[in-house]
């Protein structure tokens, strides 16, 4: 099973990203899904996750009303488009998969990881 996450790179603070997390190897309709970030020696946080059908969703606090998390099942794709960006969320994204309680903002209970997008937004 490989997670694939694309769509980081260097923005202006106001700006908007949208990630993609792709996945091989496994039908990602089966499973919640998550994003987590992780700045420079911090952490790696919760973000974001949804249900299997994607119906259901919930954010951190931080990111409530700037970010969307969603997901296509036929193309295996989860998403995250995040707009109105801060210098503070600036970090490494990363896409989580097969976690058994959708709502868990608990790193260590997803199974499955992808390699981690840079995000860097400058003020």
């Known amino acids: 099973v490989q997670l694939q996450a694309s769509g980081g790179g260097l923005v202006q603070a106001g700006g908007s990203l949208r990630l993609a997390c792709a996945a091989s190897?496994?039908?990602?309709?089966?499973?919640?899904a998550g994003w987590f970030r992780q700045a420079p020696g911090k952490e790696r946080k919760f973000v974001a996750s949804?249900?299997?059908?994607?119906?259901?969703?919930e954010y951190t606090e931080d990111v409530q009303g700037r970010f969307i998390i969603s997901r296509d099942n036929a193309k295996n794709t989860v998403y995250l488009q995040m707009s109105s960006l801060k210098p503070e969320d600036t970090a490494v994204y990363y896409c989580?998969?097969?976690?058994?309680?959708?709502?868990?903002?608990?790193?260590?209970?997803?199974?499955?990881w992808g390699q981690g997008t840079q995000v860097t937004v400058s003020s």
């Open positions: 190897g496994r039908a990602l309709r089966n499973d919640h």
């Open positions: 989580a998969a097969d976690v058994t309680n959708w709502i868990s903002r608990n790193a260590n209970d997803y199974h499955y």
């Open positions: 949804i249900n299997r059908s994607g119906v259901r969703k």
